[in-house]
């Protein structure tokens, strides 16, 4: 099975300006998390979808929203972007909810803000 | 609130010999625990979950993990260090509320795992 892919994997955006990124799950997990990795704040939970709806979110302000689509891909948008949302931005799928799956990830995407 | 801790930002060892990597964990009810590996530029990768049952669990790269109740540790081991094992580690625990899962994965701070030749 390919893994979970992400794109693009680095990008580099201006201050204010807004980003989408996008994450493709292991075939047949319904199950997308997102986490922001900072050096300073080490990996942060951003939020989760199954089914297309969003079932939990981190304590992120409200520029950080996302969506789940029927094919569960997904995506995250980041508006008025800061400085400080520099980050890589990681995607993990898993097969559903049971507490005992483990959670697959991407290669990240890299986001640089100038 | 469920949480994991990882003391030691650094481990150095030498090739051949056995490594460690801590964790100690804080939940409410039974802990889901997991080991990742990250490499530079690189997404996280699992290596082993400790969900309940025998409290030696074996993964991914001859890798293990000893499960310790009392203690409320979950290290990572490996018998045999490589050059190639020098990566970044996280220890992460299940988030839930009661029983359910609320999709969060509470990760450590990472330890940075030297293997010298």
Same mark, same amino acid.
């Given at each position: 099975?390919?893994?979970?892919?992400?794109?693009? +994997?680095? #990008?580099?955006?201006? +201050?204010?300006?807004?980003?989408?990124?996008?994450?493709?799950?292991?075939?047949?997990? +319904?199950?997308?998390?997102?986490?922001?990795?900072?050096?300073?704040?080490?990996?942060?939970? #951003?939020? @989760?979808?199954?089914? @297309?709806?969003? +079932?939990?979110?981190?304590?992120?302000?409200?520029?950080?929203?996302? =969506?789940?689509? *029927?094919?569960?891909?997904?995506?995250?948008?980041?508006?008025? #972007?800061?400085?400080?949302?520099?980050? #890589?931005?990681?995607?993990?799928? *898993?097969?559903?909810?049971?507490?005992?799956? @483990?959670?697959?990830?991407?290669?990240?995407? =890299?986001?640089?803000?100038? | 609130?469920?949480?994991?801790?990882?003391?030691? &930002?650094?481990?150095?060892?030498?090739?051949?010999?056995? /490594?460690?990597?801590?964790?100690?964990?804080?939940?409410?009810? $039974?802990?889901?625990?997991?080991?990742?590996?990250?490499?530079?530029?690189?997404?996280?990768?699992? /290596?082993?979950?400790?969900?309940?049952? &025998?409290?030696?669990?074996?993964?991914?790269?001859?890798?293990?993990?000893?499960?310790?109740?009392?203690?409320?540790?979950?290290?990572?081991?490996?018998?045999?260090?490589?050059?190639? &094992?020098?990566? /970044?580690?996280?220890?992460?625990?299940? &988030?839930?509320?009661?029983?359910? $899962?609320?999709?969060?994965?509470?990760?450590?701070?990472?330890?940075?795992?030297?293997?010298?030749?």
């Amino acid at each position: 099975k390919a893994g979970v892919t992400q794109t693009p +994997r680095y #990008l580099i955006k201006t +201050r204010g300006q807004q980003v989408t990124l996008s994450c493709s799950p292991i075939s047949g997990h +319904r199950s997308v998390s997102w986490y922001q990795q900072t050096p300073g704040q080490g990996l942060q939970f #951003l939020f @989760e979808y199954f089914s @297309e709806t969003q +079932r939990n979110k981190g304590n992120f302000p409200g520029r950080f929203s996302g =969506r789940q689509f *029927s094919n569960s891909r997904s995506e995250m948008n980041v508006s008025t #972007l800061e400085l400080g949302d520099s980050a #890589l931005y990681l995607c993990a799928s *898993s097969p559903g909810l049971d507490l005992s799956y @483990e959670q697959y990830f991407g290669p990240g995407t =890299r986001l640089t803000v100038t | 609130a469920q949480s994991v801790a990882q003391p030691e &930002d650094q481990v150095n060892v030498a090739e051949g010999n056995p /490594l460690t990597v801590k964790c100690t964990y804080s939940v409410s009810g $039974n802990p889901y625990l997991f080991w990742y590996v990250q490499y530079p530029n690189r997404g996280l990768q699992f /290596l082993l979950k400790y969900i309940t049952g &025998d409290n030696l669990v074996k993964g991914s790269y001859g890798f293990e993990a000893e499960f310790n109740k009392s203690q409320t540790s979950f290290h990572l081991k490996k018998p045999s260090a490589l050059v190639s &094992d020098s990566a /970044l580690y996280f220890c992460a625990v299940r &988030d839930f509320i009661g029983s359910s $899962n609320t999709g969060k994965l509470i990760f450590g701070q990472g330890t940075t795992l030297q293997v010298k030749p």
